[in-house]
């Protein structure tokens, strides 16, 4: 049952990212194509990122029992995957939140 607790959880965050996404326009909901170019231009990155880590034999996966054992690649687990899109997610949505605060500051109250 553990073994997908730490995937289940970073759906679960996804998910309310998402809802908040959708609530208050930020990034998918906004710009739909854009942002999901933006998005896998970020997971690409760092999925780039670890295959050139494991590649020179920097990055190992670990053992945990939260994690499922299921690889994408060798040593790379299918919660790598889970984690970098929520990563890059959650950073199109602050950016979007700080957006929307930013341009709320300039309005008149009148």
């Not at 690649?73 to 995957?81: I, S, W």
Request: glycine share 8%.
């Amino acid at each position: 049952m553990t073994a997908v607790l730490y995937g289940a959880a970073l759906l679960v965050a996804t998910g309310c990212m998402a809802l908040l996404d959708a609530r208050f326009r930020l990034v998918l909901w906004r710009e739909r194509r854009r942002s999901l170019v933006v998005l896998a231009i970020g997971i690409a990155f760092f999925l780039l990122w670890d295959v050139v880590a494991i590649a020179q034999d920097f990055y190992h996966r670990g053992d945990s029992e939260a994690m499922t054992g299921l690889l994408i690649a060798p040593e790379l687990p299918v919660e790598e995957l889970l984690f970098i899109t929520f990563l890059c997610y959650v950073t199109l949505v602050l950016r979007g939140l700080v957006a929307l605060s930013l341009d709320g500051v300039g309005r008149d109250p009148r």
